[in-house]
């Protein structure tokens, strides 16, 4: 093998270390991106608005506080609790409760002054839970007759951390492995923003079809800006990727770029044996 090949072999391996980087940062750095409300009146207030985290019931303490939801629905969809559980310390970090924010949805009403929310009232959707004004924005979608947020994608956000432990793994064995297939390693987790994409439109369409009769507001079932503005009744809404989109798009570049790079070197270097 002459040092070309192994040069870009090696290159191959920095890029796949950067990738991790990225992808390791989506899962801890929350805490560095966490919105603060400008009408919060304290530190409690604006903690207040970055506590929705609800992972399997196994893994919170006895002795949590819960309360029973009121709608038989949102029963159906929960069970029978709903956990207020917010975790701290390295234990936070390793169930997924410090994900970055990877979607930016506003929502602009006459309620809400320009001069305080310039762009509407935020929310932010991490990998496992949601941050900003999400009980305005429950609120709002009631008027609508839209399910509450927590509803959505229970099972996908609550197995994001061993998702996340497989990435890892693969991409440990992407640096040692080289028999067939051996693109797969990453390739998979390469694609990690699309598949967010992907499951955030579904769930979108999800809301957006499954409205209920008590909104104030009888709109037709309809589809949910998935990107870009809109408007539903007298909102109007807006939907833009936010800074852990741009990290999971980092990693997918990076991982694109070290497959090929890696094929191409591994190609030539069989042609050479």
Same mark, same amino acid.
């Given at each position: 093998?002459?040092?070309?090949?192994?040069?870009?072999?090696?290159?191959?391996?920095?890029?796949?270390?950067?990738?991790?980087?990225?992808?390791?940062?989506?899962?801890?750095?929350?805490?560095?991106?966490?919105?603060?409300?400008?009408?919060?009146?304290?530190?409690?207030?604006?903690?207040?608005?970055?506590?929705?985290?609800?992972?399997?019931?196994?893994?919170?303490?006895?002795?949590?506080?819960?309360?029973?939801?009121?709608?038989?629905?949102?029963?159906?969809?929960?069970?029978?609790?709903?956990?207020?559980?917010?975790?701290?310390?390295?234990?936070?970090?390793?169930?997924?409760?410090?994900?970055?924010?990877?979607?930016?949805?506003?929502?602009?009403?006459?309620?809400?002054?320009?001069?305080?929310?310039?762009?509407?009232?935020?929310?932010?959707?991490?990998?496992?839970?949601?941050?900003?004004?999400?009980?305005?924005?429950?609120? /709002?979608?009631?008027? *609508?007759?839209?399910?509450?947020?927590?509803? +959505?994608?229970?099972? =996908?956000?609550? @197995?994001?951390? #061993?998702?996340?432990?497989?990435?890892? /793994?693969?991409?440990? *064995?992407?640096?040692?492995?080289?028999?067939? +297939?051996?693109?797969? =390693?990453?390739? @998979?987790?390469? #694609?990690?923003?699309?598949?967010?994409?992907?499951?955030?439109?579904?769930?979108?369409?999800?809301?957006?079809?499954?409205?209920?009769?008590?909104?104030?507001?009888?709109?037709?079932?309809?589809?949910?800006?998935?990107?870009?503005?809109?408007?539903?009744?007298?909102?109007?809404?807006?939907?833009?990727?936010?800074?852990?989109?741009?990290?999971?798009?980092?990693?997918?570049?990076?991982?694109?770029?070290?497959?090929?790079?890696?094929?191409?070197?591994?190609?030539?270097?069989?042609?050479?044996?």
């Amino acid at each position: 093998m002459n040092d070309s090949i192994k040069k870009r072999l090696r290159l191959s391996n920095i890029l796949a270390v950067l990738a991790m980087v990225l992808l390791l940062g989506t899962y801890t750095l929350k805490p560095l991106f966490e919105y603060r409300d400008p009408t919060a009146m304290d530190e409690e207030d604006a903690i207040e608005e970055n506590e929705s985290f609800q992972p399997f019931a196994f893994l919170i303490p006895d002795g949590t506080e819960f309360y029973a939801p009121s709608s038989a629905h949102l029963k159906s969809l929960m069970g029978e609790k709903i956990w207020d559980y917010f975790p701290t310390g390295l234990y936070a970090y390793l169930i997924g409760y410090k994900t970055m924010p990877v979607w930016r949805v506003s929502l602009e009403a006459p309620q809400y002054p320009k001069a305080a929310f310039p762009d509407g009232i935020p929310v932010f959707f991490n990998l496992t839970d949601w941050s900003g004004k999400v009980n305005e924005m429950n609120t /709002i979608n009631h008027y *609508i007759g839209m399910d509450p947020m927590e509803v +959505g994608a229970i099972f =996908l956000r609550q @197995i994001v951390p #061993f998702v996340y432990l497989l990435f890892f /793994i693969m991409l440990v *064995i992407y640096f040692f492995y080289k028999g067939p +297939g051996w693109w797969l =390693l990453g390739i @998979i987790p390469a #694609f990690l923003p699309w598949y967010y994409l992907l499951f955030y439109s579904k769930w979108l369409y999800w809301f957006g079809h499954n409205l209920h009769p008590y909104g104030a507001f009888k709109i037709k079932p309809f589809m949910p800006t998935v990107f870009g503005d809109g408007k539903v009744a007298q909102f109007t809404t807006h939907s833009y990727p936010t800074i852990g989109f741009y990290f999971l798009l980092g990693v997918f570049i990076l991982l694109i770029l070290s497959v090929l790079i890696r094929r191409k070197a591994l190609k030539d270097a069989a042609s050479t044996t």
